[in-house]
């Protein structure tokens, strides 16, 4: 179970960094 959850975080991770680089992008 526990690798399930890390797999899940690191996704998490990535789609968060996609948002981010997103807002940045609009504030630009």
Not at 1 to 27: D, E, P, Y
């Amino acid at each position: 179970m526990g690798s399930l959850v890390k797999r899940r975080r690191k996704r998490m991770r990535k789609k968060k960094h996609k948002k981010m680089l997103r807002r940045t992008r609009h504030q630009r």
